[in-house]
């Protein structure tokens, strides 16, 4: 299988079952520093689980995850935190509170894990807001915002903590295709912006050829393919080959035309 230069993430021979169901079955799976990776599969097929083992929400009935050299499967609970801080997640349905404005939902990490002052607090939030071209919306609730905003400050609130790593779960669900195609954008955006490691969960093909650097595709438990885009189109497995063509944009489209539709 395809090996990565610089992994920093790690995955190691991971099992998982629930009862008598195996969900992950010996899942090895290198992440690459800085760069966009993005994990495919049918509904099913362990991704969700997986995410969680990776943030630390989850432990293996066996295998490691290493982050940075360290495995996270046997730190202690404070230890673990610790390292979790260095993970940021954007969920499938942003997750912001209705009731708190949209200063209030960015400024919360920081509030529940610092001990930071209030205009301190209130400087990083302003800090992230202009990254994110999202000034002037302080005082709107999530309510008020469209979809693809409160994406935006759904990823504000999930960079507060400047972590080492965002992974994002399913972040074009729902999304008409102009919608989903500008946060392709601001997922690219922010690697490139602010220097992090990214990890997307989707079942969308035309965006996980869009964004990604390598894909990595999960079936029954366990990942099959990893590489480049390239790599995967040409896979000779058939399980791949499957999913792919059952996509509603061939990919072979995407990347002839250069990642764009």
């Known amino acids: 299988m395809f090996q990565v230069a610089d992994p920093i993430i790690r995955l190691m021979g991971l099992d998982k079952a629930f009862g008598s169901q195996a969900v992950l079955k010996g899942v090895n799976l290198d992440i690459e520093r800085g760069k966009i990776t993005t994990i495919i599969g049918g509904s099913g097929s362990g991704k969700s689980v997986l995410v969680k083992h990776i943030i630390g929400l989850l432990k293996p009935d066996a295998g490691q995850i290493l982050y940075e050299g360290t495995d996270m499967v046997s730190l202690r609970p404070r230890a673990l935190s610790e390292i979790r801080r260095n993970f940021g997640m954007l969920f499938q349905h942003s997750a912001l509170f209705d009731s708190m404005d949209v200063e209030q939902n960015i400024a919360f990490p920081l509030e529940e894990h610092t001990k930071k002052s209030r205009r301190e607090i209130l400087s990083i939030v302003k800090e992230k807001l202009s990254l994110l071209e999202l000034e002037g919306i ?11 905003m409160r994406k935006r400050v759904a990823l504000a609130r999930a960079i507060v903590l400047n972590p080492q790593v965002i992974i994002y779960d399913e972040p074009t669900t729902g999304l008409d295709p102009i919608m989903t195609y500008n946060v392709d954008q601001m997922i690219k955006g922010a690697q490139e912006k602010l220097k992090v490691t990214s990890i997307v969960i989707s079942h969308d093909m035309a965006s996980t ?49 250069g990642g764009e539709v």
């Open 209 to 257: 050829f869009r964004i990604s650097d390598y894909i990595a595709m999960l079936y029954e438990g366990r990942i099959i393919e990893f590489g480049p885009p390239d790599a995967i189109l040409s896979s000779n497995k058939e399980e791949v080959q499957r999913f792919l063509a059952a996509s509603s944009l061939p990919p072979r489209a995407i990347v002839a035309s």
């Open 138 to 148: 302080e005082r709107k609730t999530p309510s008020e915002l469209s979809g693809g």
